[in-house]
């Protein structure tokens, strides 16, 4: 469970980019954030993420209050979090089964089970024929899919999409979204942060807006 509780976040020289927010999103749910540049999309996902922290409020995941986490914790906690960004950030010198097995060897994941895991991973993705290729080889669609990947490879309980369509077509950007639901059916929370109306219209989802850092709808 993700547990925002009236936080607000103001920058240097006053510049207040959240005011009292308070969200909550169960295990197992599949959310919406939407707003436009500016609502405060961003600086709530780096909150999550303890790239920074509240200004007022506590934030608590998965029953860790994120507040008072102590430093040395916090590798380990963004380890329950998969991320998704638009920009995809692959390694460019790196084929598809090294960007996927590279979340794993940093954490001192064995060969042996690089080998088991990533194949069933690019599988799951529909990228088993591209396992040899450079991100340089893929279309936008299929890059993304591989930062999928990359990101479900540790099994997280919670994945993070920042514009995961940001940069595709309409007929890609239907195809990561089905992929983002199907992984959703098992068991993983999915909190994607959009600007487009048209792709949350088609999803049927729970929808949190956001406008000059408030939520102003919830449903």
Avoid: C
């Amino acid at each position: 469970m993700i547990e925002i509780i009236d936080v607000s976040m103001t920058y240097g020289a006053g510049n207040r980019a959240l005011r009292n927010i308070n969200i909550q999103i169960e295990d197992g749910e599949f959310v919406f954030i939407m707003g436009r540049s500016g609502a405060g999309k961003s600086t709530l996902l780096k909150l999550l993420l303890k790239e920074a922290e509240p200004t007022e409020g506590r934030i608590i995941v998965n029953d860790m209050d994120l507040q008072r986490m102590r430093r040395r914790h916090v590798p380990r906690y963004r380890r329950t979090l998969g991320v998704v960004f638009q920009d995809f950030r692959l390694l460019n010198d790196r084929n598809v089964f090294e960007n996927v097995a590279f979340a794993q060897r940093v954490i001192g994941v064995s060969a042996r089970t690089i080998r088991g895991t990533v194949p069933r991973m690019l599988k799951m993705v529909g990228l088993s024929a591209k396992y040899k290729s450079l991100p340089g080889q893929l279309s936008g669609g299929e890059q993304q899919r591989v930062a999928i990947a990359r990101a479900l490879i540790n099994r997280p309980d919670i994945l993070l999409a920042d514009e995961p369509t940001g940069n595709l077509d309409h007929e890609n950007a239907a195809g990561i979204m089905k992929l983002l639901e199907q992984i959703n059916r098992r068991g993983t929370t999915v909190v994607v942060v959009t600007h487009s109306q048209e792709l949350v219209a088609q999803m049927g989802r729970r929808v949190i807006v956001m406008d000059k850092g408030r939520v102003i709808s919830d449903g």
